[in-house]
């Protein structure tokens, strides 16, 4: 479980094919102190570490996560946005992550008003999905590429949401541009509440 406060945007050193997986080697300030099999936060992406070797570490994302995600887009260089999972008696500075995405959304506008930006995402909607929480709710959560973010303009096919100068130059989005696709994790309690409210 995350929080969907960033802690360090990893950069991707490698990235290697094997059959339907992709191997991903990163390195970031806190390689040093992660371990095998633990669960860090790629993208919003909970993957399990699977390697470390000096300053580089190494995850595996398998078909169904890369066919989710914007994983299977990344290539040497990129910046990735990273967080280790909770530590449960410290505070929920963003909102409850599972760190299992649900789908990716496209960036259609960029708009940069008083030193911050307005960023409005498209996705795909899907009815049965959406009668089961996945949809956003006007100033309710979302997790865009693993960052808690609230949500504006909330739409059957779409969001925006504010990013603030500290967000915008220590995560991924000083990258996100239109046409990026991003990952998205809808809140987990509107799926709850979907779900209980179908029972009968």
Sequence with gaps: MFSGIVEEMA???RVVDEQTNKHFTLTCPFTSELKIDQSVAHNGVCLTVVSINGNEYTVTAMAETLKKSNLGLLKVGD???VERSMVMNGRLDGHIVQGHVDQTAECVNVEEVGGSWYYTFHYVPNKDMAKEGYVTVEKGSVCVNGVSLTVVNSQLDGFQ???IPYTH???NFCQIQKGSVVNIEFDII???LARIASIK
């Design 11 to 13: 950069v991707v050193t």
């Design 79 to 81: 910046k990735v946005n």
């Design 161 to 163: 949401v504010g990013i």
């Design 169 to 171: 130059d220590n995560t």
């Design 190 to 192: 509107g799926k709850y």
